[in-house]
């Protein structure tokens, strides 16, 4: 009859697998660039991991200092041998493993600090929020490379630990000033209001409904990450204030060609590709990432 | 009888989104004669907003005026017209005004600026004679202080200015027609009636027609002399304003007017049309307005409803037309019965 | 406004501040001895090492040598070179002009075409053109700064010998050529560097500048502008591009980090004679006075920029200029 007033109907059971890392997760597959970029990133990391495997050579070995240094690529050395005859295809495999873990570990390290940094002064507010982010203001005017060249140079002879960490150490300020904004903004949500009227700890709070919003932008900080420390490790290395010699990463392979680097082409090509190819793909996803959450808010 | 002014045959606009090909406009056909003002009425959803775009050819993909629509204006169909002849319509023998007024203007530039841009683009005036007429056109639309107003920025005036602001630039040019989608509905109420009587007065002074989108049937009454009601992408019901309010035929209209709370009638609860609005990729078979009439039988499943004429200038779509004792056996609507009842 | 910009110096002198304690830091947190190489090195004679003990107060309480420390940075008074024998103040300051030479050009330079790659990409938006140059874009945006400028030495010094091979002017020839020689000398020297630092920072501007287009080309006022019949272009030109420069200028203070780094690694490959190159070769000789001036040089250069930045980006939005 018109003139009844609605009822309402029932509300549907929610569906399964709508946590926002599988939401994101299937739109990346669903793009066509992306799951291109998830292949050659695949193939990269693959090829990484399975060095010790496929590697023709000896990374470090020098079997012959003065008939096979400086050789250009060929069949037996399809990515030509550098002045200390080593195989550098071996060395790219090799260094493919040690620039993407030192990536991994050093962004593991950043979102950690980042998070917890954040999420300190998000909750914490007040004046101990504004010292934090004068703090960080100040941090993040100092140009990355700067800021780890005048720690690295202090520290010669550093350990590869020791560089992710530094690495680590001088990446979080980007996600903390996001981090605290989530955290600023879901402070004063209806939700929690509702879970501290419901008695919840500060800390409960803060670990069972800030966190899992949180889920977005770190994961997408992630993966930017990764790639932003891998060139980063790439340029340090370069200097020589990287990864040390004569352990194979992507810049210290540069770094050994770079004396003569017209003749010795190779040795900044393929290693350079590689990184290019990686950083790439790595930003394809990211970017593919921050687009899906963004969407969904 | 004079021609139309426009005249708009089977127009049918579809979006073809990743769900399916949703028919937001279905076959709308009417006419807008000179100095008339037409009223289309109509909840959200329901393609008014889309009529009144797609009149100005403003549907961007994913959507698609299909190919057998017919918009007649000025001797020439605007859904065949070139870029550039559309583009000399735009902003000057048709406008259009819309409902966000905080939004609909450029941050970035004066007031006057923006009113004054529609004259360099049409008429070709040099920046000096653009703005001049800007001022005037502000001054003609109520604001106060035209001359030092027109050199603010948007953000300095309140909402109803900013209404009147826009009005001035959809009137510049002396356009044959204006398009209202909505005009008041994101203003405050004591501003709603200004604006409204601004348009009426306007309209007697310059003497373009309007067409009004609203889902108010207030506004209606106080606006427009003929009235098109849309439902599911149709029109459902056409009529003079008096005979529309006095005799609503189609049993939509007739839940519109009943949910109208009346002052001086005591009402415990609103009056509510029971369901929602079917989904306008997945139109029903026969008539779209079946699940919530309380009239609806066998036929009103079987067979979609022409619009069957009525009374004088009076079209409706419902068989009612044809049955009309039907309407002596209410029922509950069928989506109450088949949906959920709590209590 | 006036209150705004005073804000913002205010802020600028803290953080300023803030970069001189983490330097402190730096020297003093270090193991052993930052200036062990010099202090520990047999050649140097005693008397060298009593004065340096003596000048940096290495020998006096941690808070002590905080204050003189402070002291001599509000002098300007960045330390001792050891590898260049000179103050470090002396060398930065001649090596500055070249590296700000570079990072202007490159500034205009990249934004200049980043935003002409954006525009493009936005009126043919979804078409091969676009994703053409999205792809371009992303390959030179991934790019590590000194790969490519690797590449380009080789490429057009090598490869085709259009230009020198380093150095702000020829190192041989340049006394001896008229004016109208030294200028074009200098140009070909400049040009590469210039050139490389252009190309590394406009994929940045471009991805920038299309997001911040098609982010405004929605508004409601720009259908607005449609409705009054103006043309794609024009709507693109006048109404979107003018609000979408705003958020760019955002991007210019925020562009300054990333050109300064650019810059280090485009000075060392192409020696050329700015702070990128001193600081570059400091890390080399372990001079760490040098290195820890430059590191507080860019981060003040950096800190400037981005205020400067900000009082553009106030000026031009009419929303703040008002009030």
């Known amino acids: 009859m018109l003139g009844q007033t609605q009822d309402f109907e029932p509300i549907s059971p929610p569906r399964p697998r709508e946590t926002p890392l599988a939401l994101g997760v299937r739109r990346l597959l669903r793009g066509r660039s992306t799951r291109a970029a998830l292949v050659v990133l695949g193939i990269?990391?693959?090829?990484?991991?399975?060095?010790?495997?496929?590697?023709?050579?000896?990374?470090?070995?020098?079997?012959?200092?003065?008939?096979?240094?400086?050789?250009?690529?060929?069949?037996?050395?399809?990515?030509?041998?550098?002045?200390?005859?080593?195989?550098?295809?071996?060395?790219?495999?090799?260094?493919?493993?040690?620039?993407?873990?030192?990536?991994?570990?050093?962004?593991?390290?950043?979102?950690?600090?980042?998070?917890?940094?954040?999420?300190?002064?998000?909750?914490?507010?007040?004046?101990?929020?504004?010292?934090?982010?004068?703090?960080?203001?100040?941090?993040?005017?100092?140009?990355?490379?700067?800021?780890?060249?005048?720690?690295l140079v202090a520290w010669p002879r550093l350990s590869i630990g020791a560089l992710v960490l530094f690495l680590g150490f001088?990446?979080?300020?980007?996600?903390?000033?996001?981090?605290?904004?989530?955290?600023?903004?879901?402070?004063?949500?209806?939700?929690?209001?509702?879970?501290?009227?419901?008695?919840?700890?500060?800390?409960?709070?803060?670990?069972?409904?800030?966190?899992?919003?949180?889920?977005?932008?770190?994961?997408?900080?992630?993966?930017?990450?990764?790639?932003?420390?891998?060139?980063?490790?790439?340029?340090?290395?370069?200097?020589?204030?990287?990864v040390p010699q004569p352990q194979a990463s992507w810049g210290n392979i540069i770094q050994d060609g770079a004396d003569q680097v017209a003749t010795l082409w190779w040795m900044s090509l393929f290693p350079g590709l590689l990184m290019v190819f990686t950083v790439m793909t790595l930003n394809i996803l990211g970017e593919a990432l921050r687009d899906a959450y963004e969407r969904r808010s | 009888m004079t021609a139309p002014l426009l005249s708009i045959h089977d127009l049918r606009t579809w979006f073809y989104t990743e769900s399916g090909v949703a028919r937001a406009v279905d076959g709308v056909s009417f006419d807008i004669g000179a100095g008339e003002t037409v009223g289309i009425v109509g909840e959200s959803g329901c393609g008014k907003?889309?009529?009144?775009?797609?009149?100005?050819?403003?549907?961007?993909?994913?959507?698609?005026?299909?190919?057998?629509?017919?918009?007649?204006?000025?001797?020439?169909?605007?859904?065949?017209?070139?870029?550039?002849?559309?583009?000399?319509?735009?902003?000057?023998?048709?406008?259009?005004?819309?409902?966000?007024?905080?939004?609909?203007?450029?941050?970035?530039?004066?007031?006057?600026?923006?009113?004054a841009e529609v004259a360099r683009v049409h008429a070709g005036m040099s920046r000096r004679d653009a703005w001049e007429r800007a001022v005037e056109m502000l001054a003609l639309t109520g604001i106060p202080d035209a001359e030092s107003r027109a050199r603010q920025y948007p953000h300095q005036l309140s909402g109803g200015m900013r209404q009147r602001?826009?009005?001035?630039?959809?009137?510049?040019?002396?356009?044959?027609?204006?398009?209202?989608?909505?005009?008041?509905?994101?203003?405050?109420?004591?501003?709603?009636?200004?604006?409204?009587?601004?348009?009426?007065?306007?309209?007697?002074?310059?003497?373009?027609?309007?067409?009004?989108?609203?889902?108010?049937?207030?506004?209606?009454?106080?606006?427009?002399?003929?009235?098109?009601?849309?439902?599911?992408?149709?029109?459902?019901?056409?009529?003079?304003v008096d005979e529309l309010f006095a005799k609503p035929h189609h049993p939509y209209t007739e839940g519109l007017m009943h949910s109208m709370p009346h002052i001086g009638h005591d009402q415990e609860r609103l009056n509510v049309i029971p369901g929602t609005v079917p989904a306008p990729t997945d139109w029903p078979h026969g008539c779209r307005f079946r699940d919530r009439c309380p009239y609806s039988w066998e036929r009103c499943e079987q067979e979609h409803p022409p619009l069957y004429q009525v009374g004088v200038d009076h079209a409706s779509r419902c068989h009612l037309a044809i049955e009309p004792e039907r309407r002596n056996h209410p029922h509950p609507p069928l989506v109450v019965e088949e949906g959920v009842a709590a209590a | 406004m006036l209150r705004y910009v005073a804000g913002r110096l205010v802020q600028?002198?803290?953080?300023?501040?803030?970069?001189?304690?983490?330097?402190?830091?730096?020297?003093?947190?270090?193991?052993?001895?930052?200036?062990?190489?010099?202090?520990?090195?047999?050649?140097?004679?005693?008397?060298?090492?009593?004065?340096?003990?003596?000048?940096?107060?290495?020998?006096?309480p941690l808070p002590e040598q905080f204050v003189r420390y402070v002291g001599q940075l509000a002098r300007g008074d960045l330390g001792w070179s050891f590898s260049h024998d000179r103050p470090v103040r002396e060398v930065l300051a001649s090596a500055l002009p070249n590296t700000l030479l570079l990072m202007v050009i490159a500034l205009v330079g990249s934004f200049?075409?980043?935003?002409?790659?954006?525009?493009?990409?936005?009126?043919?938006?979804?078409?091969?053109?676009?994703?053409?140059?999205?792809?371009?874009?992303?390959?030179?945006?991934?790019?590590?700064?000194?790969?490519?400028?690797?590449?380009?030495?080789?490429?057009?010094?090598?490869?085709?010998?259009?230009?020198?091979?380093?150095?702000?002017?020829?190192?041989?020839?340049?006394?001896?050529?008229?004016?109208?020689?030294?200028?074009?000398?200098?140009?070909?020297?400049?040009?590469?560097?210039?050139?490389?630092?252009?190309?590394?920072?406009?994929?940045?501007v471009a991805r920038y500048q299309r997001a911040a287009l098609l982010d405004v080309l929605p508004a409601d006022y720009i259908r607005t502008a449609r409705l009054k019949g103006l043309t794609e272009r024009e709507i693109l030109r006048r109404h979107a591009l003018r609000n979408a420069l705003l958020p760019i200028i955002s991007l210019l203070g925020l562009s300054f980090p990333a050109l300064l780094t650019g810059a280090f690694f485009i000075e060392k490959i192409f020696a050329w004679p700015g702070m990128g190159l001193a600081v570059v070769n400091a890390i080399g000789t372990r001079d760490y006075p040098l290195v820890v001036g430059g590191v507080i040089l860019g981060s003040i250069m950096v800190t400037v920029g981005s205020l400067l930045a900000d009082l553009l980006y106030a000026w031009a939005d009419p929303r703040l200029r008002a009030h």
Do not use: C
Not at chain 2, 209 to 225: F, P, Y
Not at chain 2, 234 to 240: L, P, R, T
């Open chain 2, 165 to 240: 602001v826009l009005i001035a630039m959809a009137l510049m040019m002396k356009p044959a027609l204006v398009i209202a989608d909505e005009p008041t509905t994101a203003l405050d109420v004591t501003i709603q009636a200004q604006i409204l009587d601004l348009l009426v007065d306007l309209q007697k002074r310059i003497g373009t027609s309007i067409l009004m989108i609203t889902h108010d049937l207030g506004v209606i009454a106080e606006t427009t002399s003929r009235v098109i009601v849309m439902y599911a992408g149709e029109i459902v019901e056409q009529a003079d």
């Open chain 3, 112 to 204: 200049a075409l980043g935003i002409l790659i954006a525009l493009i990409q936005v009126a043919r938006r979804g078409s091969a053109i676009d994703h053409t140059l999205s792809g371009i874009s992303l390959f030179f945006f991934s790019m590590p700064d000194f790969w490519l400028a690797i590449l380009a030495l080789l490429a057009f010094t090598y490869w085709l010998p259009l230009f020198p091979v380093g150095g702000a002017v020829d190192p041989v020839m340049h006394e001896y050529m008229g004016l109208g020689g030294r200028i074009l000398d200098r140009l070909r020297h400049l040009a590469l560097p210039a050139l490389t630092l252009t190309v590394l920072a406009s994929p940045g």
């Open chain 2, 49 to 115: 907003s889309v009529t009144a775009l797609s009149i100005l050819r403003l549907i961007q993909p994913p959507g698609r005026i299909e190919a057998g629509s017919r918009i007649e204006f000025e001797g020439r169909d605007i859904v065949t017209l070139g870029d550039e002849e559309i583009r000399d319509i735009r902003g000057n023998r048709i406008s259009m005004i819309f409902q966000e007024p905080m939004s609909a203007l450029n941050p970035v530039f004066t007031v006057g600026d923006q009113v």
């Open chain 3, 12 to 60: 600028a002198a803290v953080i300023v501040a803030i970069v001189a304690t983490i330097s402190f830091a730096l020297i003093h947190v270090a193991p052993g001895d930052p200036f062990s190489a010099v202090l520990d090195n047999p050649n140097v004679s005693e008397n060298v090492r009593a004065t340096l003990r003596a000048q940096y107060g290495l020998d006096r």
């Open chain 1, 170 to 242: 001088t990446g979080w300020f980007g996600l903390s000033r996001i981090v605290r904004g989530q955290v600023l903004a879901l402070k004063h949500a209806e939700f929690v209001t509702a879970a501290r009227a419901l008695g919840a700890s500060r800390r409960r709070i803060l670990l069972r409904h800030l966190l899992p919003n949180l889920v977005s932008p770190i994961v997408v900080a992630a993966t930017l990450g990764v790639a932003h420390v891998i060139v980063l490790e790439a340029g340090l290395s370069y200097l020589g204030i990287g």
């Open chain 1, 44 to 151: 990269i990391v693959l090829a990484g991991l399975l060095a010790p495997l496929i590697a023709p050579y000896d990374p470090s070995a020098q079997p012959d200092i003065v008939a096979l240094k400086d050789l250009p690529p060929s069949f037996a050395h399809p990515f030509g041998t550098d002045p200390y005859s080593r195989d550098v295809l071996s060395r790219v495999l090799y260094g493919a493993r040690l620039s993407l873990l030192i990536g991994v570990l050093a962004t593991i390290v950043s979102l950690t600090l980042g998070v917890a940094y954040g999420a300190i002064a998000g909750y914490a507010g007040g004046l101990v929020d504004a010292v934090m982010m004068r703090v960080l203001d100040a941090f993040l005017s100092i140009p990355r490379l700067l800021l780890l060249i005048g720690v």
